[in-house]
């Protein structure tokens, strides 16, 4: 890796590990998210704990930090594969970040804004999976496990196929896909339970 490329990857981790749904939550109400509602400080439990606007502000903060990245790597970087380590860095600074100690998010905005610069047909194909899932069943976690898993195959198949995506790059995107289902760990029992809340149902946790 070069200078350039190796900045880049440490820059976009602690850019995704901007927490702006903490922050968000916090400018608005004081209050700190992740003692609300799931304890996510992602979009979905901004959007049900502060509002839609505020949730759908947090979903494009989300994504923006882990494209910056991505789109400062694939016009400053060498290899084929740096940005998806760049992207994926930003990934792993969202679910793991440094400033409020490594308690994050799952991934899923971070996710789409950076592989929506590195694949976009494969990521748009998977964001009409996670609608489809989300709309029909209500559920955002089992959108986000499909969608990741749909990304992950169209890809490896346009390797494959096409030769559209390097090896490097589709690995560390089936990494990534495997990180997010660990993170929606929480949310995979809660179905099993039949405890999982759909989309438009208010958390029993919310006071």
């Not at 400033?99 to 991934?107: E, H, N, Q, S, Y």
């Not at 609608?131 to 069943?137: A, D, K």
């Not at 990741?148 to 030769?163: I, R």
């Amino acid at each position: 890796m070069t200078r350039n490329e190796i900045f880049i990857t440490l820059f976009a981790y602690f850019l995704g590990a901007i927490p702006f749904g903490y922050i968000i939550s916090k400018m608005r109400t004081g209050e700190d998210i992740r003692k609300k509602g799931s304890g996510n400080i992602g979009a979905t439990n901004v959007l049900r704990t502060q509002g839609v606007v505020f949730g759908i502000l947090t979903l494009i903060l989300d994504a923006l930090k882990a494209a910056i990245p991505v789109f400062l790597a694939k016009n400053f970087g060498v290899h084929d594969w740096v940005p998806a380590l760049a992207g994926g860095s930003a990934i792993i600074g969202h679910c793991y970040p440094v400033f409020i100690g490594f308690k994050g998010g799952k991934g899923a905005a971070s996710g789409f804004g950076a592989f929506l610069i590195i694949a976009p047909m494969a990521t748009l194909i998977a964001c009409f999976s996670f609608i489809t899932i989300m709309v029909s069943l209500g559920y955002v976690s089992v959108g986000s496990m499909v969608g990741s898993f749909v990304f992950v195959l169209v890809l490896w198949v346009f390797h494959f196929l096409k030769k559209s995506y390097d090896f490097y790059t589709c690995v560390i995107a089936t990494f990534l896909a495997i990180l997010l289902v660990f993170r929606h760990k929480s949310n995979i029992k809660n179905l099993f339970e039949g405890k999982e809340k759909k989309i438009w149902q208010k958390d029993d946790r919310l006071s």
